[in-house]
């Protein structure tokens, strides 16, 4: 069964840290274009970055440059996401999505189904 599961969210004060995981099972990651998204309350889902299959690029959307870092261990099929210097607006569920098509699809979420997205993993900033 191909699945995708988010975790390591949590409540955690502005300035902190949290690292989030997103683990497949079913397929292989690392042979596809892997992306963390989020959807904040009332607001719509975002592309917060995206890290390749073949050559480890990377994407970061332009609030989160300098603060996130996009990572993957292949040996345990999974892709992370570090935060830090978190602010209360980086309050949102966060989402885990592959494979993907291609970055693009980091940019324009909305462009993706609502099918696709799973339960994803609350982050709490408190100010």
């Known amino acids: 069964q191909v699945q995708l599961v988010e975790s390591g969210g949590g409540l955690v004060q502005a300035g902190g840290s949290l690292r989030l995981s997103c683990t497949a099972s079913?397929?292989?990651?690392?042979?596809?274009?892997t992306g963390w998204f989020r959807q904040a309350p009332g607001k719509e889902r975002e592309g917060v970055s995206c890290?390749?299959?073949?050559?480890?690029?990377?994407y970061y959307a332009d609030s989160m440059e300098g603060r996130f870092t996009i990572s993957r261990d292949n040996v345990k099929n999974t892709v992370y996401l570090q935060m830090s210097s978190l602010k209360p607006e980086d309050t949102a569920v966060y989402y885990c999505?592959?494979?993907?098509?291609?970055?693009?699809?980091?940019?324009?979420?909305?462009?993706?189904?609502?099918?696709?997205w799973g339960q994803g993993t609350l982050v709490t900033v408190s100010s």
């Open positions: 999505l592959a494979p993907l098509l291609d970055f693009s699809l980091c940019v324009s979420p909305s462009r993706l189904p609502e099918e696709v």
């Open positions: 890290i390749s299959a073949s050559d480890g690029s990377t």
């Open positions: 079913g397929f292989t990651l690392d042979k596809y274009i």
